[in-house]
């Protein structure tokens, strides 16, 4: 991985240094995720059935992206496809799909409206072309169009000669691709029948946003992150703090891409900007996980996000107990997802609870566990319930990537592993006797996305009810709690030393002599986060948060 640059305009404002968000995509087991602002993907559902975007929308999405990745700030793809559709550069006379030397020269408003710059509407020319990579130095971004498909491009490093690729409709076979973001070597993008690069546009950011959510993190030209818990149908509290370059005018927020649907917040100016307030009704959203985009008005019309949050609703039992240390989550705010159900007739276990089944992994979110020493899973099982068979005893623990542990006949699947535990054999009081594994995190610098798994012995599940984050913890002197720590790392990299954080870069040489660099990297270890969840906060889901500073994960901080 490359000691990554801050562009010049940034400098000046660089007092408070960002979190990131979506996975780089890894093939390794040992290293920790780096994060990636959200690679939008066509075929989502908000708008791949509106305005041909499923099929047709590669040119919109990859603009989308690309938008996204240097500001921030995401445009809503569906009046984009219209507008594109307006002046016969989508779908029109051309045909299906984009018009490149239409639409890319005509996005005045838009580039008014999100804060960026199109520097050069299309150019004939490939990746190795100096203006191009140039322009990628500098902290500029590219759409660019491969055979058939339109791309962007975000960033190149020059150390082993590979570009960060967003592909709007990833494709691991023919393009090297996957739903997140994917560095390439320059030979794939040279050299291959589908992914080679024949045609770019440029954009840059022209904007400086400055955002923060209480209890969540701060971000430059990206969005903040965090969750807020609330009981369904109850006020959930929003706050934070924004500047910009155009000033701000006001301040409102959406729910689950709902644009139509605007909740106004409070907004006061103060010596650090302009400080937002506000409670979300939360009746009619129904329990589970929403996502709140907070947005400011700009003086001069524009538009800039905030912050992307994840509302959390559930049914009252779980939150934080400031008296104690401890963040009761438990299963009811994670309705909807797969093996995740109300209630149970067995026993105990009348309430809501994920069913640890063969292959199965919970989504739990975004988590800072720095602040925290251990979690408690508490679960129930069958009497008969073996824990151990043939040698092995089944884990329960914690993952940074949806891989669960398998099952039964294979070793435990140790992919992504951040802390885990053993089970317990079942007991004479089977599924009303609540069990507590206790996963050790004293030496864990972890934050990002989260997944619950466990290693299926039989076709017998565990019923996990509840997670109990906690602060402190009073370990025996000797236990047998299992954890799982991270590489040790001295902080250097090829190119330059981070400063903030500690960084692991995993490459792997590719079949034509060049390196794909799937880069990964770890949050450093900070002592009591301030939250309203407590320290060591949860700070966003939903697949979908932000990374900060104008690009991706350079030599910055935690806030």
Known sequence: MKHV??????????????????????????????????????????????????????????????????????????????????????????????????????????????????????????????AFIEHLKQGGVAICHVYGHFIAIMDYDPQNNTYLVYDCAANPQKRFSYPRATWLTQAKLTKSQYMTVDWWCLLSATKVARNSFDGGTSAINREATGTVCARAGEKASLSGTVSHTDGVESVYCTVDYDFSKEYP??????????????????????????????????????????????????????????????????????????????????????AAHFRTEPGACLSLGRFDLSGYEAVIVRYATTSGYAATVGGV?????????????????????????????????????????????????????????????????????????????????????TDDTETTAQPATDGTEQGGTETAEITTAVAAKDSEGGTETQAQTEAPKTGGCASVLG?????????????????????????
């Open 265 to 350: 917040l409070q907004a006061e100016k103060t010596e650090d900007g302009v400080r937002y307030t506000g409670s979300l009704e939360t009746e009619g959203f129904g329990m589970g996980e929403h996502l709140v985009r907070i947005t400011a008005r700009t003086a001069k019309g524009g538009l800039s996000d905030i912050a992307e949050i994840s509302l959390r609703l559930d049914d009252g039992e779980g939150g934080y107990d400031a008296q104690t240390g401890r963040l009761h989550v438990n299963m009811s705010g994670y309705a909807g997802q797969s093996n995740v159900y109300a209630a149970s007739d067995k026993g105990a276990v009348h």
């Open 393 to 477: 005893t089944a884990p329960i623990g914690l993952k940074s990537e949806a891989i669960s542990y398998g099952k039964r006949g294979q070793e435990p699947d140790r992919t992504a592993e951040i802390a885990a535990s053993v089970l317990e054999d079942g007991t004479e009081g089977g599924w009303a006797d609540v069990r507590e594994a206790v996963l050790d995190l004293r030496n864990v610098h972890y934050s990002g996305p989260l997944y619950l798994s466990a290693y299926s012995q039989s076709n017998r599940y565990q019923a996990v009810v509840e997670l109990i984050f906690c602060e402190k913890y009073d370990f025996p002197e």
């Open 5 to 130: 640059r801050i562009t010049a305009a940034i400098l000046v404002v660089l007092a408070i240094l960002p979190l990131t968000a979506v996975l780089a995509w890894a093939g390794t087991e040992t290293a920790l995720p780096v994060e990636y602002p959200t690679c939008y993907q066509q075929t989502d559902k908000r708008w791949a059935d509106k305005e041909l975007i499923g099929p047709n929308g590669c040119g919109l999405i990859s603009l989308v992206n690309a938008v996204h990745y240097i500001t921030g700030n995401f445009i809503d793809p569906v009046p984009l496809a219209i507008y594109a559709h307006e002046i016969d550069a989508y779908n029109g006379s051309v045909g299906g799909g984009t018009a490149r030397w239409v639409l890319y020269g005509n996005l005045k408003n838009y580039e008014e409206k999100y804060g960026f710059r199109v520097d050069n509407a299309g150019k004939d020319a490939g990746v190795t072309n100096k």
């Open 535 to 559: 320290a060591g906060a949860v700070i966003g889901v939903f697949g979908i948060a932000a990374i900060a500073v104008c690009k991706r994960r350079r030599e910055d901080g935690r806030t």
